[in-house]
């Protein structure tokens, strides 16, 4: 088979999907599906559809264009703040896009206007993660402008945890999320369809036992893809951890005997472990470095430790040698080595399952239309 490869299992991911799916609908949660991590790989996506999310969610234009281009049709939000530069592609393609800026707001509305349409806008609000969002004490004006603006409607509001800062959601921080929400239904007169109470690092308060106020929405990417919490990285209970493997292949194999003592030039690295303590072991280098995943996110089978990786090589040390060239090796990934071994032009992606893809008549992409109303 060809490698470097991704084998994708898509029955896992639609397994994960409704698993959660279950768990967060008796507490009034529903599910979006994230897919940046795998570039909004259309597979991966229906599955997520399939399995119960309610749309789909990716952070970049390029991918939200792949799954329209291969003919899902369900609601997609942008959950990225828009590019003033990307106006037009994001009101074509999404039905809701994530903002901060009421300039780009702006633009959006005169985008879907050029278009006779309504473009849905969910305003991010800053609850401690420090990366994207409005103040809580500016997002009422803002709010009213939106409700006020022509050509965008104003969906709800969203906040997000756990990406620049290790911040988890408490009870407090929800449930002043809800009072924001309450005050600018009352400062607009209008009810906000959607309260999108943060990512996968949401999960842990989302299926605790405190009430979860008006969220109604999480946007959830690792937890599907990979059966875990974000933020204590354990494993959640009954999901499937394998959905995604990297399988490499084996050029070299030698059983280094004597360590060649190189001078260290650089003293920061003087504390790698280049060769294995027990010369016993078998060093085995694999087809696969750094130009193509996060060597550090790589979980390599039992007994087999890493040593290090370049551009082009990952170095592992294994207790045999029956690994000769030609072998393949089978890697489990976290996030981030998933992500960009998704986005590594020489890395093949290749379906593991034999149910064929699925006809395309998921959800309805609805988007109003100002012709028809
Ligand atoms: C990446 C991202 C998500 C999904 O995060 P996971 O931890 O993968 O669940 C949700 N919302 C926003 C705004 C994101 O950027």
């Not at 792949?66 to 997609?76: D, E, F, S, V, Y």
């Not at 369809?193 to 308060?205: D, H, Q, Y």
């Not at 059983?255 to 027990?278: C, H, N, W, Y």
Request: overall charge negative; some cysteine.
């Amino acid at each position: 088979m060809i490698a470097p490869r991704v084998e994708i299992a898509p029955d896992k991911i639609r397994h994960n999907t409704r698993c959660l799916v279950d768990r967060l609908k008796p507490r009034g949660i529903d599910v979006t599906g994230v897919t940046k991590a795998v570039c909004g790989h259309p597979a991966v996506a229906i599955a997520m559809l399939e399995g119960g999310a309610i749309g789909l969610a990716d952070a970049r234009i390029s991918n939200i264009e792949r799954m329209r281009n291969a003919g899902i049709t369900c609601p997609i939000s942008m959950i990225r703040t828009p590019m003033l530069s990307q106006v037009d592609q994001v009101v074509e393609s999404c039905d809701v896009s994530y903002n901060t800026e009421p300039a780009v707001v702006a633009e959006l509305a005169a985008a879907a206007q050029r278009r006779r349409i309504v473009h849905n806008v969910i305003l991010m609000v800053e609850m401690g993660d420090m990366r994207e969002g409005i103040s809580p004490k500016n997002l009422d004006s803002i709010a009213r402008c939106v409700f006020e603006t022509p050509g965008v409607a104003l969906k709800g509001i969203g906040t997000n945890f756990s990406c620049l800062n290790k911040v988890a959601p408490n009870s407090s921080v929800m449930a002043e999320l809800s009072s924001l929400v309450s005050d600018i239904e009352e400062s607009c007169g209008s009810g906000l369809e959607t309260v999108s109470g943060g990512n996968s690092s949401s999960l842990t308060w989302a299926l605790g036992s405190g009430p979860t106020g008006r969220t109604n929405n999480l946007r959830l990417g690792e937890a599907i893809l990979l059966g875990v919490d974000p933020l204590s990285h354990q494993r959640i209970s009954g999901l499937h951890n394998d959905a995604f493997t990297l399988a490499a292949e084996v050029i070299e194999t030698t059983t280094k005997s004597e360590a060649i003592l190189l001078q260290i030039v650089d003293s920061g690295f003087s504390s790698l472990r280049l060769l294995p303590e027990d010369h016993q072991r078998t060093r085995i280098i694999l087809a696969i470095g750094l130009q193509d995943t996060d060597a550090r996110g790589l979980t390599f089978p039992a007994g087999i430790t890493f040593i290090g990786a370049t551009s082009d090589h990952l170095i592992v040390d294994a207790p045999d040698c029956r690994m000769r060239p030609g072998c393949e090796m089978k890697i489990q990934m976290n996030y981030t080595a998933l992500m960009r071994a998704m986005s590594a032009p020489d890395i093949v992606q290749v379906l593991h399952d034999d149910t064929p893809l699925p006809r395309l008549e998921l959800v309805e992409h609805s988007r109003p239309d100002l012709a028809s109303m």
